[in-house]
């Protein structure tokens, strides 16, 4: 997918003499240092994230969660669809609940609102700021 297509673009425009660089940006399935064999990379985008945090808001605990949903005929679809944005049938959104993952539909209705009023983070905004 994203992450072969990537690889291989970076190569070809390294192979044409020019400089490269390729960041894996995705915090729920990077992909990217395996492909090039870099399993001992010193941090991630998720260790620069949970630095930011750190040394910028006084939270009491932060979670990087990602939310995902899956369609029985599409499979898998990042964040949240409660129904299928390709064909409109029922999804099934998962997400952490006290350490992990479940159907969102099947909590608590308790939990359901915590889930509703979370606030997610915006890579196209936050990565400005990094």
Known sequence: GRSTLTANLGLAIAKMGKTTVVLDASL?????????????VPYTLNDVLV?????NFRLPYY???PTFSICME???LRGAHFN????????????RIVGYFRPVQNWHVG???????RIEYDEKVSMKEI
């Open 111 to 117: 939990k359901q609102e915590e889930f509703y009023d």
């Open 84 to 95: 299928c944005p390709l064909c409109g049938k029922p999804a099934e959104v998962y997400s």
């Open 51 to 55: 630095r930011k945090i750190a040394e």
């Open 74 to 76: 599409h499979e898998y």
């Open 63 to 65: 979670t990087i969660t």
């Open 28 to 40: 729920t399935t990077p992909n990217l240092g395996a492909m090039f064999k870099l399993e001992k």
